[in-house]
């Protein structure tokens, strides 16, 4: 069993910046990808950003360029650095790690962004 815990969000103002961590800990084995999904009120889970176990990033088109992906191996943790919030970005974000192809999700942390 893997362990997931998420730390980091909170309330900003439009135009700030959040840092949002996810430690992984228990049963890790070998780790495939972490990443970042984030959720609104209403609309589905989709995802944010992911870095696979050889550093290869991706992210979503409407985060490129404001947000940045990172990964600790030595400590299992994965970070999220949002930079130029918008209103949109508002969400619950869930941190998602890929464990020889089982997926494991943290219990959230919200987003809000404040015009």
């Known amino acids: 069993q893997v362990q997931l815990a998420e730390s980091g969000g909170g309330l900003v103002q439009a135009g700030g910046s959040l840092r949002l961590s996810c430690a992984a800990s228990g049963s890790i084995g070998s780790i495939n990808a972490m990443g970042w999904f984030r959720q609104a009120p209403g609309k589905q889970r989709v995802v944010v950003a992911v870095?696979?176990?050889?550093?290869?990033?991706m992210y979503a088109d409407s985060v490129k360029g404001r947000f940045t992906i990172s990964r600790d191996n030595a400590r299992d943790t994965v970070y999220l650095q949002m930079n130029s919030l918008k209103l949109e970005d508002t969400a619950v974000y869930y941190c998602?790690?890929?464990?020889?192809?089982?997926?494991?999700w943290g219990q959230g942390t919200q987003v809000t962004v404040s015009s």
């Open positions: 870095i696979r176990s050889g550093g290869r990033t």
């Open positions: 998602h790690v890929d464990v020889l192809g089982a997926d494991y």
